[in-house]
């Protein structure tokens, strides 16, 4: 890896510093790599309605385009497909939430032996 070259960790925060300016709530990031093939790092992140997710997801998406990175897949879970978006960038995925969803899901629990590189901010 080149010295100039940022690490998915980097990726990973800097998306999350995104979600947070986008208003989104709650976002945490969880190391999960060595637990699964498939992931290093989880960046999950509750939305308040579906407008304010489809605004989150363009900014991930110019985030991926200014930064070489691609969308590998994305699942929307849900009535409306507005409860959970999962977008998959290979070592990074991002998880867009309802209250509602995260609640039922708990993610962070389930994935409690990952590192928590961001916790949600309390209230």
Do not use: C
Request: glycine content about 8%.
């Amino acid at each position: 890896m080149e010295n100039n070259e940022k690490t998915d960790e980097i990726k990973a925060m800097e998306i999350a510093k995104l979600m947070e300016e986008g208003k989104g709530e709650d976002v945490a990031v969880l190391d999960v790599s060595g637990l699964n093939s498939w992931a290093d790092y989880f960046v999950i992140v509750t939305v308040t309605s579906g407008p304010h997710w489809q605004g989150l997801y363009r900014t991930v998406k110019e985030y991926i385009a200014k930064n070489g990175l691609e969308i590998r897949k994305t699942v929307r879970k849900g009535q409306n497909g507005d409860d959970w978006n999962l977008i998959d960038l290979g070592s990074i995925v991002v998880h867009l939430m309802t209250r509602d969803a995260r609640d039922f899901y708990e993610l962070e629990k389930l994935w409690h032996a990952g590192r928590v590189l961001k916790a949600p901010s309390a209230e």
